[in-house]
């Protein structure tokens, strides 16, 4: 029996056995995916829940180092979609049967975002009557801010965490107070307080990250009792303080494995709750989210966006698909999910079990 074997036969995830798996080399990784896949089918079936993703707006009040949007960039347009763009979007999630939608933006508290948000959420749910499910991504908020948004219909919210090393985090950010560590932390907690179905994740190959940091990573959303998980390999953007770093990154192929076993582990430790399988995996390998889907995925975000502004949302460089439009990335979706095995469950809101069970 190999050294993998043993540690999914005992079941015992710590971060010595965590880290153990995560540094399995390529043949003994298949026991990790085929352990994965057998629990994903289990727990949540074979069964793939789309979100539909509408990039709302690119401009954003922070500073991250890894971001090709944040506000020290001057080489964007910045654009907002208008409510009637937003409604167009989500009405084609609603008449695709997606069940689901996104609505991501780059950060602002200000008033007037956080009103435009509230109404928008409402419109939606009027256009819909009530029949999509929104998850918002929309960064660090006040308390009082994610109990109006839920209130108006929002469902679930996604925060990732980037790295849960503190002093990681650190390197990441600017050293200010909009950018703290311990924000994002009461970010996470106001928004499990709120009601919402949790989501957080990491970027995997990130410059000074290490294996252990993944390892504990993964403990991290197991100690936090997340609902959901969106992570995907770290891909440098030139316009960005990290790229400074590039050098000390592993491969491109590297880090797509390396994200395939982050994902297989977390099926095996959290095993009723959503992961998804980014975008970002896709920037490497044509299959890469097919690839994380047999690892364990089971949520994938089709991008509604309008095609004109997609050029504009590069949080990283190479993004795939920007000029494709929705019923050509639908199409694409449905033949490669179909290769990987699973099958696209329309109509269905796909909330995690996880949260179901909490409840
Ligand atoms: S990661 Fe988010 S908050 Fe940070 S700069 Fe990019 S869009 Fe803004």
Known sequence: MTKVEEILEKGNFEKETITALLLAGEEDSGALFRKAREIKKEFVGNRVYFRGLIEYSNYCAKNCFYCGIRSGNS???????????????????????????????????????????????????????????????????????????????????????????????????????????????????????????????????????????????????????????????????????????????????????????????????????????TTALQTIDPMGREKALQAGANVIMPNLTPVKYRQDYLLYENKPCLDEEADQCKSCLETRIQMAGDTIAYGEWGDSKHFEKRK
């Open 75 to 277: 080489r964007y347009a910045r654009y907002e979609m208008t409510g009637d763009e937003v409604l167009e979007a989500a009405r084609y999630a609603w008449q695709n049967r997606f069940a689901s939608i996104v609505l991501q933006s780059g950060e602002r508290d200000d008033e007037g975002f956080i009103a435009k948000i509230e109404q928008l959420i409402g419109s939606i749910q009027d256009m819909a009557r009530n029949e999509l499910h929104i998850t918002l991504s929309l960064g660090e908020q006040k308390p009082e801010t994610y109990r109006r948004w839920f209130k108006a219909g929002a469902h679930r919210y996604l925060l990732r965490i980037e790295d849960a090393n503190a002093e990681l985090y650190r390197k990441l950010h600017p050293n200010d107070r909009h950018h703290a560590y311990q924000s994002r932390i009461d970010a996470l907690m106001a928004l499990r307080a709120t009601g919402y179905q949790v989501g957080t994740g990491v970027m995997i190959g990130l410059p000074f990250q290490t294996v252990s940091d993944l390892a504990d990573d993964l403990i991290f959303f197991r100690d936090l009792d997340v609902d959901m998980v969106g992570m995907g390999p770290y891909i440098e953007h030139q316009d960005t303080p990290l790229y400074e770093h590039r050098n000390q990154l592993l491969s491109l192929r590297e880090r797509l494995q390396l994200s395939l076993k982050m994902v297989a582990v977390l099926r095996i430790m959290m095993k009723d709750i959503n992961i998804a399988a």
